[in-house]
């Protein structure tokens, strides 16, 4: 199948994130330390700029824990930094959550091969962005979210575009309002971090600013559904003793016991992080932990209560 190249959707140089910080013009001719307080001056604005889009921050939490809720995935798209950073998002959830790989998932404009090599011709392949969309099948419970800095990533935008068509449901994660992606979208999180030190190069307040909204969603999203008890990482992963050991002390805190018990506990569950949870907490026994964790649709705090009646 030849590729499908978009016009490029507007000039960039009007955009707030390819402008040239004042600050910064001397930035060659700067010493160590005052390159480095620059950047640390300019990245300390980041969090005030995902502070404003905490209301579409929390809709997204929202709309996502109510499809992952009924069997739909989260399914990032990005090309360069911003895939990359959506593909690390991705990668964490499984150890963190104790997810399948396929709850929240991340298409890259160049395919995996570009997470560690610049493929940036790709970013303009519209065809293969429908062709890696469709191959997900997105649907009605789907949420499939852009991220693009500027908004006028062809690639990502054809990807929304066709998972809209679908069914899917549709977020953009942008730096520069009304922006194709936004349009593109159902709703869009905005977060306008302004010029970068380095020019255009949106690796760094851009990127800063997209990580900590996607850490904020899929862990809100996670939380919402029950896979955080507390603040504690209740369905962790116990595949080496690194991890075993945070599992006991997880169960520790969330039930109130004693390192012992909560490593007996452990052990009983098969190292089952959440059913051992609900065995101290309920007192029951690993069979009516599991089946009340399966009626609670892994709500650890659901399924204690359900345990204990």
Same mark, same amino acid.
């Given at each position: 199948m030849s590729a499908t190249l978009r016009e490029p959707a507007s000039d960039l140089r009007g955009l707030p994130t390819e402008q040239t910080l004042p600050g910064g013009r001397d930035l060659d001719r700067m010493s160590s330390l005052e390159i480095a307080r620059l950047i640390n001056r300019e990245d300390a604005t980041v969090a005030d700029a995902v502070a404003k889009a905490l209301p579409q921050i929390a809709r997204a939490i929202d709309v996502i824990a109510d499809g992952l809720r009924h069997g739909g995935r989260l399914i990032y798209v990005g090309a360069g930094t911003s895939g990359r950073i959506g593909a690390l998002d991705a990668s964490e959830i499984p150890p963190t959550f104790n997810t399948a790989a396929s709850t929240v998932q991340f298409i890259m404009a160049g395919g995996p091969k570009a997470l560690g090599a610049s493929t940036e011709a790709s970013e303009d392949d519209t +065809?293969? !962005?429908v062709a890696e969309m &469709? =191959?997900? =099948?997105? +649907? &009605? $419970?789907?949420?499939?979210?852009g991220i693009a800095t500027s908004g006028r990533t062809p690639f990502t935008i054809a990807a929304v575009e066709y998972a809209r068509r679908r069914g899917a449901r549709t977020i953009a994660l942008t730096c520069n309002r009304n922006s194709p992606l936004e349009r593109a979208s159902d709703f869009a999180i905005v977060t306008e971090v302004g010029p970068e030190v380095l020019t255009g190069s949106s690796r760094m307040k851009a990127g800063t600013a997209h990580k900590m909204v996607l850490n904020t969603i899929s862990t809100g999203a996670m939380c919402r559904l029950g896979y955080v008890c507390g603040n504690l990482m209740v369905n962790v992963w116990t595949k080496n003793e690194k991890l075993i050991q945070r599992a006991t002390r997880i169960v520790e805190q969330a039930t109130g016991s004693n390192h012992e018990a909560a490593a007996r506990a452990l052990k009983a569950a098969g190292n089952r992080t959440p059913v051992a949870v609900v065995m101290l907490a309920a007192g029951v026994s690993r069979s009516r932990a599991a089946a009340a964790l399966k009626k609670s649709g892994g709500h650890?705090? $659901? !399924? @204690? %209560? @359900? %345990? &204990? +009646?």
């Open positions: +065809g293969l !962005a &469709k =191959k997900r =099948k997105p +649907g &009605k $419970h789907d949420i499939v979210l650890v705090r $659901h !399924a @204690i %209560a @359900i %345990a &204990k +009646g």
